[in-house]
């Protein structure tokens, strides 16, 4: 099956990686492509996105000082018609599914680039979503193989609003009790249902989500 992918980014900050990548492009048969870019750190990659629309992304996972994880979501907000497929060093577990949940389209490990480089390509041009099939079966049933939506803080009670705002300033549940005039074991229960509506594990998590709201 042939496809077309006319304008393909690749984002790696050493040179023989993308020299090895457009390579791999030219022998792949099915992939019929015109303009292959380059990009070496973060600010080209934007620049290269706000100057041309590409179909492909193929984006190193750690940019010199940069992690690129943080901005897979506002690429993909951003060009949503831009394929990403994530291409690293980093394990399959536990950042594969994590990038697809902001937007990737896929997660090729470095080291699997030789052999399943074109079945990603061909996978994610498709429309499907390519991890290691290896991986894939190590999976959860029911994992979620998509873009998941942002958390809120829209969907928090106004008391559950407020003990975030407690949190993040430092107090303990037992403070917050005192504070609130409730019990700590209700503080808990809140403190519960706040992680759940948020899909987050733990009170770290919640802290540096509540912080990245205010920023």
Do not use: W
Not at 82 to 90: D, E, P, Q, R
Not at 193 to 202: A, P, Q, V
């Amino acid at each position: 099956m042939k496809f077309s992918c006319h304008n393909i980014l690749i984002v790696d900050d050493h040179d023989i990686v993308s020299a090895g990548m457009k390579a791999l492009l030219r022998k792949c048969r099915s992939c019929e492509t015109e303009i292959v870019d380059t990009a070496l750190n973060h600010d080209e990659m934007m620049e290269k996105l706000k100057e041309k629309k590409y179909d492909l992304m193929i984006l190193d996972l750690h940019l010199g000082d940069v992690n690129s994880y943080n901005s897979i979501r506002k690429i993909s907000d951003d060009f949503p018609e831009m394929k990403i497929l994530v291409c690293s060093m980093y394990p399959e577990d536990p950042y594969a599914i994590e990038c697809i949940h902001e937007g990737a389209s896929g997660y090729l490990h470095k080291k699997n680039v030789l052999q399943s480089f074109q079945d990603a390509i061909c996978a994610i041009m498709k429309g499907d979503i390519y991890i290691n099939p290896q991986y894939a079966q190590c999976l959860n049933y029911g994992t979620a193989m998509m873009k998941k939506e942002v958390a809120s803080l829209n969907s928090l009670s106004k008391r559950e609003f407020e003990i975030c705002h407690h949190i993040v300033s430092g107090l303990s549940f037992k403070e917050i009790a005192e504070k609130l005039d409730i019990s700590p074991k209700t503080v808990s229960a809140h403190h519960a249902h706040i992680l759940d509506k948020l899909s987050l594990s733990n009170t770290s998590q919640l802290i540096h989500f509540l912080i990245q709201q205010k920023n």
